[in-house]
């Protein structure tokens, strides 16, 4: 099957659709309090590859706005980039990422750690290619905030099983409390 056919078929529940509905659910919380700093949800868009993943054949959105903030001598501005990715899933657990900035993965597993979400943020690692790598190469602190292991063998990624039976409320809930608090203690720095 060709990707652009397989891609046809997907539903994209946790895979897109959970980062996108955490960060619509989170706009008006966050558009209520009052920050220190300017803060942007971005939604990212073309993270596939067209044929096969490459350096040049993925991570179109997020290459084009990394650039385009280096364009406008804007990185300096740009305190943390937090990516939310497949944080859905009824199972939630998130693995610390190893391309990402140790410090602001340190706060977000401490933040989560004070709420009483540790069994969520596991200790272990993986090493991950995702949206935050061009936010990285562009010198943007970042965190991938990423469950890689969803269905048992990771059987619904990239799957039409990608549905939103495979998702839970407890799970986006853990996330939105964590990334609230994230986001408040990045604001007092």
Do not use: C
């Amino acid at each position: 099957m060709a990707p652009a056919e397989r891609v046809a078929e997907l539903v994209g529940a946790n895979d897109g659709g959970s980062g996108t509905g955490l960060l619509l659910a989170l706009a008006p919380i966050l558009a209520r309090r009052n920050f220190n700093h300017t803060l942007w949800l971005v939604w990212l868009d073309g993270e596939e590859a067209i044929q096969d993943w490459t350096d040049t054949d993925s991570l179109y959105g997020s290459r084009h706005m990394a650039e385009k903030l280096k364009a406008d001598a804007a990185v300096p501005q740009i305190g943390a980039f937090l990516l939310v990715d497949m944080i859905g899933d009824r199972d939630l657990d998130l693995h610390r990422e190893t391309n990402s900035t140790p410090w602001l993965t340190d706060l977000v597993w401490n933040v989560a750690g004070r709420l009483g979400h540790q069994r969520h943020f596991l200790n272990s690692s993986h090493t991950i290619s995702d949206d935050h790598l061009p936010f990285l190469a562009a010198g943007i602190p970042a965190v991938d905030l990423i469950d890689y292991n969803y269905g048992r063998n990771n059987a619904y990624w990239h799957a039409a099983e990608d549905t939103l039976d495979k998702l839970s409320a407890q799970s986006l809930q853990v996330m939105s409390e964590v990334l609230l608090e994230a986001v408040a203690e990045l604001d007092r720095q």
